[in-house]
């Protein structure tokens, strides 16, 4: 009897597939081009990349509920993503996470997007129309070699489609409890049969989140946004692609500001109102010679500010760069550039944030080659290549790299390398001078300077990964890569030995860090993937032995416990009929020491209806195992009088009309 | 019951619970049983197809869009053949799609094609992602016979002799055409299906 029913269902889903199989050989051409195919089908050649690549595509983005970047991030094996508050971020990979954590390069659209003050992102000024994001390309591991200084341990590249692939009118709107209310319209046009551009503008409406006993953490904020691309050919072979960006947003936050005349904390808590704006203008011209050789040149001109109780301050930046890639006979690829930024803020001090000098203008000029060679064609790749920056803080910085790649079969390819990338002196490690206060005795706190420093210098790393990806099955991939991590002239709080209340910015700490990242993907059924993934990472670091003074012996263990040793996930995408789709996602995260933060687990779920071709409905609930949970804490700027923030339960629904 | 079943009754107490269904609660299980398959049936047919079920249909798609010579078939009814070379990664979809369909009268049907040699009765070849060397030999074994050659994700594509390779964009296929290599071998490709083809760099 059970023999006889699996037997029918399966003679059903055969001759269904007939039919289904008719209407496609039925449809006409360009009907066939308008079609996607499933993300759910069989998986594409398994990447050769020689590094730990991954790509969250537009439709992984949707499926997961993210409503920001972070949140899209966390779909990257590998990444540890941790949310401290409302708007703020710890986002890195292999280690050193903090909510301001300096070993990545994030770009968009080939615009860098980190701030040169700290060498990291401020991740809630970042966004664009959610549904305009073709993909997100994260390397985990140094991409020194072609992208330059910064990409120590990872380069995230958000790219946006382009504008002829975004026609039509696209309004999506929603809300819930925590994203109290969000929406964006989004048009896209053709001006003639060269010319495509689009339009839109978005706004969110997020609450706060809670303090641990539940209690608002007064940090609710909205952002707003609007911006265009253009993408016109002129020609078969030029392309010039013009977009740009403006935003605005109040965050609410809860800083502790320095003030002398208030003991015995020295601490004055503010409930600040602050606002980040931004605007930006791209533009890119890229000539194909061949299907082999093609350059790019790109210019932009970027703005940011920022005014809050403890920090104002305004930014511009102008970039210049040149990329040019062609042939060189039958098994050389080379890629080169060059590229010039200028970068120019203004702050204005106050007494817990103070920058000296107030105000400054830095130079950065970058050249780079690299040559793929195929050793033994389409089988054994070798890539050689290195970055030479110069910048105003430690002049010429080289970053060079070795990666070897082979494909012994279509099914599967082993990579390896060795590279050198360094993490260049941020604005601040020179010049901040931080007003803290700290607590030495019950009721007894003193107040200290934390100082940067002219002499600071650049971090560097040299980088051993392998890595392996296979396809053993039909319906299985895997992905492998292993990292180790040796670390010198790491940044470190040196105690002055004159004046224990004064510290300054070192480069005295070393150390290494080792791991593995491990993650799958299974198609169960045609309906029905899942995907799995695990991450582990030690971290051990140690004062330098030739350190000219012992550093603040609560940084090593500090940065030690800032990431978590174990991350586990596990996502679930189905197809369902009527056109609904359900997703799940599972994260375990190791606690961190740090902060304080106990190991966790939360489930995210996700379940969305296509109810015409037209109009889809969805539904999302985002951590719903816990009424509210911890996943970081403030470092060096006092938030919440020190105390973390915890994430609550939430739940949204969205609409999206395409016209 | 089977012993199988038993075993599994034992392990898992879900399972002991259909094992103890009978009279109407059978019924009505049996019943959301068959739904449910019925159901996943729908799905097949409104969920998006897969990469190469779409693939499939613009490869018959293509046949349409070509002019062979008049001697490519012998008369106005012989099939038209699709021609598979390196294994199928269509795994049987192409010939259920072509399964009952014509062009210009011709049936079309697919052959699993293991040695070139038996390659010369093709209208069409698919060529499963070849490696370069083998491409060159592919196209030296097929000569200037008219064949409309198809392959995938292909380097150096205008200097090899292929005449058209899928590309996937955004999720979409789309398909480059090297009309000069399609012209020599004598077949002639309608404008409207290279209007519709991702330029080629030059």
């Known amino acids: 009897m059970f023999m006889g029913l699996t037997a029918l269902a399966g003679e059903t889903a055969a001759t269904t597939n007939n039919t289904d199989l008719a209407q496609l050989a039925n449809m006409d051409i360009s009907e066939l081009m308008q079609l996607k195919v499933s993300i759910l089908g069989p998986s594409q050649t398994i990447s050769e990349a020689p590094a730990a690549i991954s790509v969250v595509r537009q439709e992984d983005i949707k499926r997961s509920g993210a409503q920001n970047i972070p949140e899209a991030l966390r779909l990257v094996p590998g990444m540890d993503v941790a949310q401290l508050d409302a708007s703020q971020w710890a986002v890195s990979a292999r280690g050193f996470n903090d909510v301001f954590a300096n070993k990545l390069l994030v770009m968009q659209d080939g615009r860098s997007i980190y701030t040169p003050l700290f060498s990291g992102v401020f991740w809630d000024v970042q966004g664009t129309m959610m549904e305009d994001i073709d993909r997100i390309e994260v390397v985990r591991g140094p991409g020194a070699t072609l992208w330059g200084a910064n990409a120590v341990n990872g380069v995230i590249n958000i790219i946006t489609r382009s504008a002829a692939d975004t026609q039509g009118l696209l309004v999506s709107g929603g809300g819930g409890n925590q994203e109290r209310g969000f929406g964006g319209v989004r048009y896209g046009g053709v001006v003639n049969s060269n010319v495509f551009f689009r339009v839109y503008g978005t706004y969110e409406n997020h609450d706060a989140t809670v303090l641990a006993d539940g209690s608002n953490a007064n940090n609710s904020w909205q952002m707003a946004r609007g911006g265009f691309r253009a993408d016109w050919n002129p020609t078969d072979d030029n392309l010039l692609t013009f977009q740009g960006d403006g935003y605005a947003g109040w965050i609410n936050q809860v800083f502790g500001t320095f003030n002398p005349l208030n003991p015995p904390t020295y601490t004055t808590s503010v409930q600040d109102d602050m606002t980040a704006d931004g605007a930006n203008a791209l533009g890119r011209w890229t000539h194909t010679f061949s299907d082999t050789a093609d350059f790019k040149l790109q210019g932009y001109y970027d703005y940011t500010g920022r005014d809050a109780a403890i920090f104002n301050e305004q930014r511009h930046t102008f970039d210049l760069n040149f990329q040019h890639e062609f042939a060189l006979g039958d098994r050389n690829h080379v890629i080169w550039g060059l590229g010039y930024r200028l970068t120019s803020d203004t702050e204005v001090n106050n007494p817990t944030v103070s920058f000296n000098p107030a105000s400054k203008t830095l130079n950065l000029f970058s050249a780079f080659a690299q040559d793929e060679i195929a050793l033994v064609k389409d089988r054994l790749r070798l890539t050689l290549g290195s970055k030479f920056e110069h910048n105003d803080y430690t002049g010429l910085e080289v970053q060079p790299g070795a990666r070897l790649s082979w494909t012994p079969t279509e099914h599967q390819t082993f990579w390896a390398s060795i590279s050198r990338a360094v993490r260049t002196p941020s604005r601040a490690e020179e010049s901040i001078t931080l007003m803290q206060s700290r607590q030495v005795a019950p009721n007894f706190f003193v107040p200290v300077t934390i100082s940067g420093s002219g002499a600071f210098e650049s971090e560097e790393e040299i980088a051993y990964e392998a890595g392996y990806r296979t396809e053993p099955f039909k319906r299985l991939s895997l992905d492998l890569a292993a990292f180790y991590n040796d670390y010198t002239d790491l940044r470190s709080l040196q105690q002055n030995p004159g004046n224990p209340t004064q510290f300054v910015l070192g480069n005295e700490l070393r150390g290494d860090t080792y791991g593995v990242e491990a993650s799958a993907t299974w198609k169960v059924e045609d309906w029905w993937r899942v995907q799995p993934a695990y991450t582990l990472l030690h971290t051990d670091l140690r004062a330098r032995p030739d350190g000219a003074s012992p550093p603040d012996n609560t940084s090593v263990a500090y940065v030690e416990g800032s990431s978590p040793q174990n991350q586990f996930s596990i996502r679930s995408s189905m197809d369902l009929p009527h056109d609904v789709t359900f997703d799940l996602a599972l994260r375990y995260v190791d606690k961190l020491p740090t902060y304080q933060v106990g190991s966790y687990f939360e489930l995210n779920a996700r379940l969305g209806w296509q109810i015409t071709k037209n109009l889809e409905v969805a539904l999302v609930g985002q951590n719903l195992l816990h009424d509210h949970h911890a996943e970081f804490g403030p470092s060096y700027i006092n938030t919440q009088n020190g105390n973390k923030t915890e994430i609550p339960r939430s739940f949204y629904g969205t609409i999206t009309w395409r016209f | ?202």
């Open chain 2, 1 to 202: 019951m089977n012993p199988n079943h038993q075993r599994h009754a034992e392990r898992a107490p879900c399972l002991a619970g259909f094992a103890r269904m009978q009279g109407p609660a059978l019924f009505v299980f049996y019943l959301l049983l068959v739904l449910l398959a019925g159901r996943r049936t729908v799905q097949a047919q409104t969920g998006p197809p897969s990469e190469y079920q779409l693939k499939a249909a613009f490869l018959y798609n293509f046949g349409k869009f070509v002019e062979w010579p008049a001697n490519a078939f012998t008369n106005d009814a012989a099939p038209l053949v699709i021609g598979l070379f390196g294994g199928d990664p269509f795994h049987g979809d192409l010939e259920r799609l072509v399964a009952n369909q014509n062009i210009r009268g011709h049936p079309v049907i697919v052959r699993q094609i293991s040695s070139l040699s038996d390659s010369k009765g093709c209208h069409i070849l698919f060529v499963n992602t070849p490696e370069p060397i083998q491409a060159a030999k592919i196209t030296n074994a097929l000569g200037n016979a008219s064949i409309l050659t198809v392959t995938e994700n292909i380097d150096h594509f205008t200097e090899s002799a292929f005449m058209i390779s899928f590309v996937m964009k955004d999720d979409k296929v789309r398909f480059e055409i090297n009309n000069e290599a399609a012209r020599s071998s004598g077949l002639k490709i309608s404008g409207k299906l290279l209007a519709l083809a991702l330029k080629p760099a030059k």
